[in-house]
């Protein structure tokens, strides 16, 4: 693949990673709707893992956190599939300081881009 093909893939992954964090802190649901893949299953902090439905429920809510933010962005493409990992900060609502991590998988289908999985931690 041509290094400027591969540079594309990484900012298209880039700007969904970007859409995705956005879309979590303003409860997006719309958005998660076009870049969700129907298959996609989410890990929560708390151990729960839920479906796509679960989870455009949960996005639905209001979140409780602000500035979250994601640091220390890797994307790996391996073929059609692709990982992000990175790192959060937030601030909580009480005003302490919160972080964690997440790695997403991304999969090429019919030419686009669609998040299977995520995983999501907090410190």
Do not use: K
């Amino acid at each position: 693949m041509p290094a400027t093909a591969t540079q594309t893939e990484v900012e298209t992954l880039q700007q969904l990673n970007r859409d995705y964090i956005t879309s979590v802190q303003t409860s997006d649901v719309r958005r998660f709707e076009e870049i969700l893949a129907e298959d996609f299953l989410c890990s929560n902090p708390d151990g729960s893992l839920i479906d796509r439905a679960a989870f455009l429920i949960q996005t639905a809510r209001p979140v409780t956190i602000s500035n979250l933010e994601a640091r220390d962005v890797v994307v790996r493409i391996l073929g059609d599939v692709a990982l992000i990992h990175a790192r959060t900060t937030y601030t909580l609502a009480d005003g302490r300081a919160g972080a964690g991590r997440y790695t997403d998988v991304w999969a090429r289908r019919q030419g686009r881009w669609l998040c299977v999985s995520a995983h999501v931690t907090r410190a």
